[in-house]
Antibody
Framework: EVQLVESGGGLVQPGGSLRLSCTAS????????LHWVRQPPGKGLVWVSR????????NYADSVKGRFTISRDNAKNTLYLEMNSLRDEDTAVYYC??????????????WGQGTLVTVSS | EIVLTQSPGTLSLSPGERVTLSCRAS???????LAWYQQKPGQAPRLLIY???SRATGIPDRFSGSGSGTDFTLTISRLAPEDSAVYYC?????????FGQGTKVEIK
């Protein structure tokens, strides 16, 4: 059974840093592109970042470029999102997501349960 | 960036009714790389439709998708009580991957 479990969320002050993790099981982790998607409280879904299977290719939304870094450790079946210079508007539930197939272009049918990041003083 | 606009914002319908949700893109979505997701409160999104019209594994056949180019539709043929949720369209053909703002479906 495919499982994605996020952790690392919490309360952080503006300007602070946080690292999210997404631990995966039930599939060949290194074969899949993985994404981070966030959802501000009461609002819609926003794509944040993605990384390819061996970690050599990444993309970011303009809103997080230069502040967030996506990475992965295939030996640990874990995806990361390092978040720096956090702003109030980064407050959201953060989900990791996996595609239906290993292809570059694929919708996402596996999602974690999400981890809440709150940026507030 | 492809902007997706969903309408209406909220729908309130009775069980058994037919539901039609719209998603309009600011530019053509390549190769119909358009998906629909259902999200219930406190839950992660669930993939319903991909490739504009293909149902994901395990999705009831009362859900169907259609459209191409810039206009797409999600139809629920007979609304069930468990279909109360927010529905999002998403284009996954070009970066940045974008979602519509969502349509909330309420059951009377």
């Amino acid at each position: 059974e495919v499982q994605l479990v996020e952790s690392g969320g919490g309360l952080v002050q503006p300007g602070g840093s946080l690292r999210l993790s997404c631990t995966a099981s039930g599939f060949t982790f290194s074969s899949y592109w993985l994404h981070w998607v966030r959802q501000p409280p009461g609002k819609g879904l926003v794509w944040v970042s993605r990384i390819n299977g061996d970690g050599t290719s990444t993309n970011y939304a303009d809103s997080v470029k230069g502040r967030f870094t996506i990475s992965r450790d295939n030996a640990k079946n874990t995806l990361y999102l390092e978040m720096n210079s956090l702003r109030d508007e980064d407050t959201a539930v953060y989900y990791c997501a996996r595609g239906v197939t290993v292809a570059t272009v694929t919708p996402w049918n596996y999602w974690g349960q999400g981890t809440l990041v709150t940026v507030s003083s | 960036e492809i902007v997706l606009t969903q309408s209406p914002g909220t729908l309130s319908l009775s069980p058994g009714e037919r539901v039609t949700l719209s998603c309009r893109a600011s530019q053509s979505v390549s190769n119909t790389y358009l998906a629909w997701y259902q999200q219930k409160p406190g839950q992660a999104p669930r993939l319903l439709i991909y490739g504009a019209s293909s149902r994901a594994t395990g999705i009831p056949d009362r859900f169907s998708g259609s459209g191409s180019g810039t206009d797409f539709t999600l139809t629920i043929s007979r609304l069930a009580p468990e279909d109360s949720a927010v529905y999002y369209c998403q284009q996954y053909g070009s970066s940045p991957w974008t979602f519509g703002q969502g349509t909330k479906v309420e059951i009377k």
